[in-house]
């Protein structure tokens, strides 16, 4: 395939053959200017969020339970310390769905910019892997800014527990592949977003071992955590954050599992993407 530059007289005014090897982060740098128009808003509730979940969960209600455990605790630790991890995975999965999902459905639905960015020497592959760095760099900065709110929070007590930021990520941006790839399938949302809140955020949410140990729920619906890259991110964490005992095999099962996730998502969305911009 040739490459043509686009010139006004002997000024190149787009570079093709640049755009073939950095298109995705062109998209993704268009992307984050464009996200800093809402920038103060998206850190406030970025800070915000972790506040008042540590406060109202992990002090107000997590102080009666630490009362009625005794010092035994909950895993061996204070429930603040048990519950922040979990939060940390949380914020970085709610943020990576929240710029692919969204941005997604905006590119080819509601402003359809994803034809415009392919009517150049954009491919439909680097503009998913553009939104999907976007999302990588939202997931970075939300669960940075929740780290320390749950250091200040005095929620960590281990050296090594800054590991569980890279951690958190890792399982957010496994999550917001399978998202990008299932929102660019979309022809209408209609009930989408209801289906995603109560269907599937919430479920993954509520029983995942966010709030209490996944052993302690009924067996049979220990398999909604067994699938969400939430539980799996909330054991590296608390493993990572306080030294909750995890085997080292089940290490690697958490590592394979959320990797494959990650894999599958990013393939099946730039292959969507391809094919819905062909159309």
Do not use: C
Not at 64 to 74: C, H, N, P, R, T
Not at 194 to 201: A, N, P, S
Not at 253 to 272: N, Q, T
């Amino acid at each position: 395939m040739s490459i043509i530059n686009i010139r006004q007289g002997s000024l190149v005014l787009v570079d093709a053959a640049k755009v073939q090897s950095r298109g995705a982060i062109y998209v993704a740098q268009a992307r984050i200017r464009q996200m800093m128009k809402w920038i103060w808003m998206i850190l406030g509730i970025a800070i915000a969020n972790p506040v008042l979940y540590l406060i109202s969960v992990g002090i107000g209600l997590g102080g009666l339970i630490d009362k009625s455990v005794g010092s035994a605790g909950v895993d061996g630790v204070k429930y603040l310390t048990f519950l922040a991890p979990a939060l940390l995975a949380q914020a970085a999965i709610q943020g990576t769905m929240d710029e692919t999902v969204f941005p997604t459905l905006e590119g080819f639905k509601w402003h359809k910019t994803f034809y415009s960015m392919n009517s150049t020497p954009l491919t439909g592959t680097q503009i998913s892997y553009g939104v999907f760095l976007t999302a990588l760099f939202r997931a970075f900065y939300t669960v940075v800014l929740y780290f320390i709110v749950m250091w200040l929070f005095g929620a960590v007590n281990s050296p090594r527990a800054w590991l569980a930021i890279p951690t958190a990520i890792f399982a957010g941006a496994s999550f917001g592949a399978l998202m990008q790839a299932l929102a660019g399938r979309l022809e209408d949302e209609n009930i989408f977003f209801v289906v995603l809140g109560r269907f599937v955020m919430m479920p993954l949410f509520m029983f995942s071992g966010t709030f209490f140990p996944l052993t302690s729920m009924p067996f049979f619906l220990q398999w909604i955590g067994w699938i969400s890259p939430l539980w799996h991110a909330t054991e590296l964490g608390r493993h990572l954050t306080y030294g909750h005992e995890v085997s080292p095999t089940m290490v690697w099962v958490h590592f394979i599992f959320l990797g494959i996730m990650l894999v599958a998502g990013l393939f099946f969305s730039a292959r969507i993407f391809t094919k819905r911009l062909a159309k």
